[in-house]
Nanobody, 121 residues
Framework: QVQLVESGGGLVQFGGSLRLSCAAS????????MAWHRQAPGKERELVAR???????IYADSVKGRFTISSDSAKNTVVLQMNSLTPEDTAVYYC???????????????WGQGTQVTVSS
């Protein structure tokens, strides 16, 4: 079983920065993608940023130019650097990973427990 553990959330003022980290552990052969999603109160969960094992990146339009996703494949970690934060970024942020547990095996997915990010105005 694969576990994802997030860290780095907290309270920050308007215009501030936070750095979220997520570490995957368990029976992993390879990770194909790692991503950050967020869910604000009363809203659906949305993709914030995704990075593939080949380095392809996807960002939500609302965070382009402010957030940067990066990963360390050797450590099975992903980091989300968030700058110029606004109250609209307030949400619970979830780490997600798609992975295989054997060569050519099925693709599985796991989610972290979430970390709260609150931006005060």
């Amino acid at each position: 079983q694969v576990q994802l553990v997030e860290s780095g959330g907290g309270l920050v003022q308007f215009g501030g920065s936070l750095r979220l980290s997520c570490a995957a552990s368990g029976s992993i052969f390879s990770i194909t993608t790692m991503a950050w999603h967020r869910q604000a109160p009363g809203k659906e969960r949305e993709l914030v940023a995704r990075i593939t094992s080949s380095g392809d990146l996807i960002y939500a339009d609302s965070v382009k130019g402010r957030f940067t996703i990066s990963s360390d494949s050797a450590k099975n970690t992903v980091v989300l650097q968030m700058n110029s934060l606004t109250p609209e970024d307030t949400a619970v942020y979830y780490c997600n990973a798609d992975y295989t547990i054997a060569p050519g095996g099925l693709l599985f997915g796991s989610w972290g427990q979430g970390t709260q990010v609150t931006v005060s105005s």
